[in-house]
């Protein structure tokens, strides 16, 4: 058995479109003069959102109306596992890195959050090996990127009534000036609109255009202000893939199916868009890891482990769910849920964190949630997951 598991992981590992992957990692190692067109990267990734919105909206539109409680109660479930999973993050981090207190917030909601990325990933894997997920996996997607948002949004509010200064320190941490951001907080309390206004002139110039732009009363007032709201629930990634869904629901609805087998569109051309966009986040991933020097060697052992940690999680809460309440998933579904529970970020929480917590760096959880979890996702743990997933349908 452990020799079969053996070479069935040895053969998901070495797919062409992880081949990809690791063509793009191994450019900027080798100093190759190649630069990815910003523009191209940007149409994949619409491209890929919308395929994969579009084909699952027409899936759904078949589902047995029977079927739908069981459908949104796992979806509540898979919400409810994320948030989980972002607190989990930022207790670890706790007891296993230096970072700062501000930092370690935003890197558990990135952990708290999905990645389309990995998922298009592990959707363009499973249509290779010929293994089927349910329809809805990717309005589950969409549901499982918002957790982390908000538990980014509510470690820093706490943060911030702890009186967090302007450079993201806490009392009796060296370099505290308890300017600024603490005062601010003190200034909304008290309602005082004038002392708030005056206090966020001092937010310090290192901070730039695009941190300092966010700094107004009306998106520090409340993590849930309607500026929050519209960046966590209409970001263009969201808005992209949710589109998708209801066009693709839509037309199923009519009966016109246009991701049919051999549409050369949204089926026959995902492949190949989908070696592009790994040949680009093989690079960028690349790229990141320079910004883990100064991190240390646990938040590294973090980045690489937490994907098996949080992955095991959501497997062994599908199994429970499907086995407790007789909701049959499929073998590539419990993949995808694996994927969606043990993927870090890389877009939507990056959006919110300059929008509501310039005070944190912008490179560290990026190049933990690019260089180290999706590296180590696309690479090893797609494959791994699928192993679990056949021995837990034998099982």
Known sequence: ???????????????????????????????????????????????????????????????????????????????????????????????TTKLREVDRATVAGYYGSDSAGTFATCVGVLATAGIAFDSFMPVMLAIME??????????????????????????????????ARAVAHTAQRSGDDTVYSVALEDLPEYLGADAAKPATPAAQASFLSGTMLREVLLNPGLCLLMGGIV??????????????????????????????????????????????????????????????????????????????TGVHLATGSYVLFAVLCGAASYIAVPAIQRLAIPEASPSLPLAASLGLTFSYNVTIGIPLYIEVAHVLARV
């Not at 911030?160 to 009796?172: Q, V, Y």
């Open 1 to 95: 058995m452990l020799w079969e598991f053996w070479q069935n992981f040895t053969h998901n590992l070495f797919k062409p479109l992880l081949l990809f992957f690791y063509l793009g990692f191994a450019l900027p190692i080798l100093k190759v003069p190649f630069e990815f067109p910003t523009a191209i990267y940007h149409g994949l990734t619409m491209y890929l959102l919308l395929a994969i919105g579009w084909h699952g909206g027409e899936e759904l539109a078949g589902i047995d109306m029977a079927s739908i409680a069981g459908i949104v109660g796992f979806m509540a479930t898979g919400f409810a596992v994320n948030f989980v999973i972002g607190a989990l993050a930022y207790f670890i981090l706790k007891h």
């Open 146 to 179: 918002i957790p982390g948002c908000l538990v980014a949004l509510l470690l820093v509010a706490r943060l911030r009534r702890r009186g967090m200064d302007s450079t993201g320190l806490l009392p009796g941490e060296t370099g505290y000036t308890g300017s």
């Open 247 to 324: 066009i693709g629901f839509i037309s199923g609805l009519q009966g016109q199916k246009v991701t049919a087998v051999d549409d050369p569109v949204f089926l026959t051309a995902f492949q190949g868009a989908l070696c592009l966009f790994l040949l680009e986040m093989g690079m960028t991933a690349s790229r990141k890891l320079k910004d883990l020097k100064a991190a240390g060697r646990g938040f590294i052992v973090f980045g690489v482990l937490a994907p098996n940690f949080f992955a095991t999680i959501g497997i062994a809460v599908a199994h429970v769910y499907s086995q407790v």
